[in-house]
């Protein structure tokens, strides 16, 4: 079992920056790739970014690529996903996830998330 706790979202400009942290309790979480999903109003959970368990390789969706970057830290038990130049397009509730085994962008296969964290941008 792997509880994860989102924080870090809120309320900002177009073009400015949010880091998001995600806080993992329980099993293993060096075992568990990790992913950052976002779902806006109206709109399907859809995929941001995802990470490898050992954090060395990240991928991300055509539409952040370049803005956002993921990051963890396995002594911390954290990640992170780093949101600059904001757009109101970015304005969702973001999720992590985490599954054991090798990272995947299909959210289906995620086992454990949190609760969402809420980032609004204005324009």
């Known amino acids: 079992q792997v509880q994860l706790v989102e924080s870090g979202g809120g309320l900002v400009q177009a073009g400015g920056s949010l880091r998001l942290s995600c806080a993992a309790s329980?099993?293993?979480?060096?075992?568990?790739?990790m992913g950052w999903f976002r779902q806006a109003p109206g709109k399907e959970r859809e995929f941001v970014a995802r990470?490898?368990?050992?954090?060395?390789?990240?991928y991300y969706a055509d539409s952040v690529k370049g803005r956002f970057a993921v990051s963890r830290d396995n002594d911390k038990n954290t990640v992170y996903l780093q949101l600059n130049s904001l757009k109101p397009e970015d304005t969702a509730v973001y999720y992590c996830?985490?599954?054991?085994?090798?990272?995947?962008?299909?959210?289906?296969?995620?086992?454990?998330w949190g609760q969402g964290t809420q980032v609004t941008v204005s324009s």
């Open positions: 990470i490898t368990r050992s954090g060395d390789i990240a």
């Open positions: 329980g099993r293993a979480f060096s075992r568990h790739s």
């Open positions: 996830a985490a599954r054991e085994g090798l990272s995947v962008t299909n959210s289906a296969l995620y086992l454990y």
